[in-house]
């Protein structure tokens, strides 16, 4: 059976439309009044809380297995009009720091209800081709996150109420649409009662459990690669002399992961997800390894190889929702992504506060070593013998 045509469109709309509420936020949190003129030193705590409110978002979900008692796309309807408001919040004229940090991680809460449950509704349409349907969710988010590099570029500095209201008004119409064109699976097995040890039950589970530790690896290479990609353009500049790079370049970075998370989709329906998860983590622990090597080659085999790594170090992430889906029992299927997500993303954040700690102590340019532990572990998981592949 094979799902009506309109049906992967709105869905991957539906996440870039909600996901713009956290990059495309963070983007602008700078030029909040309240922050540019009184203390800058509130925006660290700002980007943390979205994060934060993510994380206990997603164990919240994943503990009352939300996406699995629930109709999907009615969660994801409520989560994404909640962040909306959440978002749109900001900009109230009397709002103070409390407020403003609270409204972050509201915003990152709901945002539980978006990402790993629009993976959990792709699922539920998509038992042959999951890899691909979710390559293509993936790069949404991939879009997403390049999205504030974009805005930077082209200087929205003093439109951030415009921003805000956009990316409010663009979640509501992606959250309506999801809800409207997109009804529950024809794969989808609900949960009948709430299982309190569902998620460390999942974790009993060999192939779970190898398909999780190995997205855990990548997640711990992902978002600090994200963060500190500006980081490593600046050094190039530095110890060359120059002022080549710009924000539409590191936008390009990240972004051309959308088209590695959409051909790597592809791949997977010959060769499956493992083997697109093995080969772009050996790709990124390799550029990992050679990065103090890149700083000392020209501009333009440095940004070559940024951009492979780019396409590299996300192109295995919707591959491993794949294995994590259909490693889950269908009953599970939600909680299982929502409670990988969860882990992953407290991953990131450890991954992100080290390199920041590094950064002060040695070499910008020996700074992505540290990363490689991610790819490693990874492989280590997913090339261990077991009776039974995905």
């Known amino acids: 059976m094979n799902p009506k045509p309109h049906i992967l469109p709105v869905i991957v709309f539906a996440q870039f439309a909600c996901t713009s509420l956290w990059f495309a936020g963070n983007a602008v949190v700078s030029q909040i009044p309240i922050i540019r003129n009184n203390s800058s030193e509130y925006i660290g705590y700002l980007l943390s809380s979205v994060q934060l409110g993510f994380i206990i978002g997603t164990l919240s979900f994943a503990l009352l297995m939300v996406a699995d008692r629930f109709s999907p796309s009615k969660v994801f309807l409520c989560c994404g009009l909640l962040a909306a408001a959440c978002n749109i919040s900001i900009i109230h004229p009397n709002l103070n720091i409390t407020s403003l ?14 990402y790993p449950v629009g993976m959990k509704i792709a699922a539920d349409y998509f038992e042959d081709g999951l890899g691909k349907a979710l390559g293509y969710l993936v790069g949404a988010l991939v879009l997403g996150t390049a999205f504030p590099h974009f805005l930077k570029g082209i200087n929205w500095s003093t439109s951030y109420s415009f921003i805000i209201k956009g990316t409010s008004i663009l979640a509501t119409i992606g959250s309506l649409a999801l809800a409207i064109f997109v009804k529950n699976g024809p794969f989808r097995k609900p949960s009948t009662q709430l299982q309190l040890r569902a998620t460390t039950n999942l974790f009993k589970l060999k192939q779970f459990k190898k398909s999780a530790f190995g997205y855990f690896g990548h997640m711990w290479e992902l978002y ?12 190039f500049n530095t110890i060359n002399n120059s002022a080549i790079s710009s924000s539409y370049v590191i936008f390009t970075v990240i972004a051309i ?8 989709g592809y791949i997977s329906l010959k060769k499956g997800s493992r083997k697109v998860a093995i080969f772009s983590l050996a790709i990124s622990g390799i550029c990992c390894l050679c990065s103090p090597l890149l700083f000392e080659l020209p501009y333009i085999i440095f940004l070559i190889v940024f951009i492979i790594w780019g396409m590299a170090v996300i192109a295995d992430s919707p591959q491993f929702s794949t294995l994590v889906a259909k490693s889950a029992p269908p009953e599970l299927k939600g909680t299982g992504l929502t409670i990988v997500n969860c882990i992953g993303f407290g991953i990131s954040i450890v991954s992100i506060q080290l390199l920041s700690y590094l950064s002060m102590l040695i070499p910008i340019k020996f700074l992505f070593i540290p990363l490689v532990i991610g790819p490693i572990f990874g492989l280590y998981h997913l090339l261990k013998k077991s009776s039974n592949k995905l």
């Open 101 to 114: 940090i609270l409204a972050r991680f509201g915003t990152g809460f709901f945002l539980a209800g978006i």
């Open 224 to 235: 600090a690669f994200w963060a500190f990609v500006p980081i490593a353009f600046q050094h």
């Open 257 to 264: 992961g959308l088209l590695s998370c959409i051909i790597g």
